[in-house]
């Protein structure tokens, strides 16, 4: 009995090590990333617009940016509704909170559009996007960094280096056309759009060019911009649906009204994972996922079943093993009623 006891010990030794290696790897990659990247001396504030679905995520996203922006942090913001949940999480993680109320009412914003022809059908998605431009109107910051609340970073960012040349996360998504339509209807016929698409996760804004932008807008349609923004998707053969990021990174990088002189950027191509929420507290530590900037971990991924499921059958399985070395022990001790005498 005592051979097998052994065995499993062993066993059970060898599975913590194939499953905690990869753990025990991140920190001392982490160590190697941080002494090598690139850092600015730019600040910027950082801004998560959000809503309560995704208070959970939060908490990991903002150690994530403390840990890995390479810009100095000079304040953390969260925008979302005035609420004791959401007071007392800024609160927690030493955050400023901001009514969103106080930047656009959303009632009077869900009243304008219930008449209107939406690409999406919650009024929301559309509010949380004006939401995030209109901060850059009441900000002090030059620049702001907006951050889902999904988001977590696995490496080291520098937003903006220290000759003011921001970073654009890229990608090629193939619903850009109708964003591309949207920003072209706003900013003229005759706005160029490049191959790529700005949508992104997060994404860097200039205060000077938010309001460029905003007033760019509002002074051609003769109403606040986000009225011109969802007008721009009530034709017939519009095809066109509202993107902040892809509004905002054509504006500042292709539109001359945008900078009185031609401004310099960096472009980096998106690449991340999108993860189920279940794996937050691993991801951190697992030193093969720090080759991504950074992973997701959507609303509409929470509690996958299936994922759920392993995980518990595994932690059954973990406690199990651990168990029956234990009762073996005691089942065959000295004093034991089954030991033979």
Known sequence: MKKIIKIAIIFFII????????LLLGPFVDFARDKTAKKSSVPIEVVFVTAEKDFETLPYSVASLRKHIKNPVSKIVLVSKKTDKALKLASSLGMQHVDENSLLRLESFKKYVSDKVLHHDRPTWYYQQFLKLLYGKVTTSPYFLIVDADVVFMKPVMMISDYKIPTFFIGFDAGRVQYQNSARHLLGKDQFVPEFSFICNFMLFETSVVKSLINHIESKFKMPFYKAAINAEQAKNANARFSEYELYGIYANFNKSSHKSPKLASYLLKSHLQHDRIRMLYD????????????????????????YEKTKRLIKWVGALLRWPIKSIKEWSPNSENTVK
């Open 284 to 307: 951190q530590y697992d030193y093969r996922l720090k080759f991504f900037p950074y992973i997701t971990y959507d609303h509409y991924m929470k509690g996958n079943k299936s994922s």
């Open 15 to 22: 599975m913590l090590f194939y499953a905690g290696w990869p």
